[in-house]
C-alpha cells in the first residue's frame, strides 16, 4: 500500500512538472509572436492577443490609434524577448483560467520627431516602472535601452488552450487588475 502512495505521488509530480513544462512552452511561444508582431507595427495580431475584456475600458479601434500614433509621434520602440523565468499555478475560476508569467526582456525605445526633445520627461517615467539601474539613455542616439523585468496574467476559457495577455505592471495599467479577479490575484501572487 505504501508504495502504491509513493507512485501515485511520483506519478503525480511528474505530469504536473511536463504539464508545467508544456505551458512554459506554449507562452514562450506565444510572448515572442506577440513581441515580432509589436516590433513589426502588426497593430491587429497584438490587440488580438490581449484579453478582449480590456476592450471595455478602451476600445479596440482606440487602443489601435494609440499603437500607430505612438509611432507616428516620435517613440520608435521594440522589445526582444529573452526568457521566462517563472509561471504561476494555473487558477481555476468561473469559465477561465489564469496563470502568472514573470518574464525578461530587453525594450529599445528611440525619440525622433516629435518626441526627439522628450528624453528628461521619459527618463523619470522609465526609471518609475523598470527600476533606476535598469534604464540607460544614450544621448548620441537619443535613446533608452531598458532591461524590462515583467510579468503579465495569461487568462483562457477553461476548456481552452486559446490564452490572453493581460500585462498589470505599468503604472498606467492599474485600472488592468479590476479584470481579474481579486480571489484569483491572491492565489497567483
Not at 493581460?166 to 497567483?188: F, H, T, W, Y
Request: aromatic fraction near 10%; glycine fraction near 4%; include cysteine.
Amino acid at each position: 500500500m505504501k508504495k502504491i502512495a509513493i507512485l501515485l505521488v511520483l506519478s503525480f509530480a511528474i505530469t504536473t512538472g511536463f504539464a508545467q513544462t508544456q505551458l512554459k512552452q506554449h507562452f514562450e511561444k506565444d510572448l515572442r509572436n506577440y513581441t515580432t508582431a509589436f516590433n513589426n507595427k502588426q497593430w491587429n495580431t497584438v490587440t488580438d492577443m490581449m484579453y478582449p475584456p480590456m476592450f471595455e475600458m478602451m476600445s479596440k479601434d482606440n487602443m489601435l490609434m494609440v499603437l500607430e500614433q505612438m509611432d507616428n509621434l516620435g517613440v520608435k520602440m521594440t522589445t526582444d524577448f529573452h526568457s521566462i523565468d517563472k509561471i504561476s499555478k494555473v487558477v481555476d475560476y468561473g469559465k477561465e483560467k489564469y496563470c502568472k508569467i514573470q518574464y525578461y526582456g530587453i525594450i529599445k525605445v528611440k525619440l525622433t520627431g516629435l518626441m526627439s526633445q522628450g528624453s528628461s520627461l521619459m527618463q523619470p517615467q522609465f526609471e518609475q516602472e523598470f527600476g533606476k539601474e535598469n534604464v540607460k539613455y544614450h544621448e548620441a542616439s537619443n535613446s533608452f535601452t531598458i532591461q524590462a523585468h515583467r510579468s503579465m496574467v495569461a487568462i483562457a476559457d477553461i476548456k481552452s488552450d486559446n490564452w490572453k495577455y493581460v500585462d498589470v505592471n505599468s503604472p498606467q495599467a492599474k485600472g488592468l487588475k479590476r479584470l481579474i479577479p481579486e480571489k484569483v490575484q491572491d492565489q497567483l501572487n
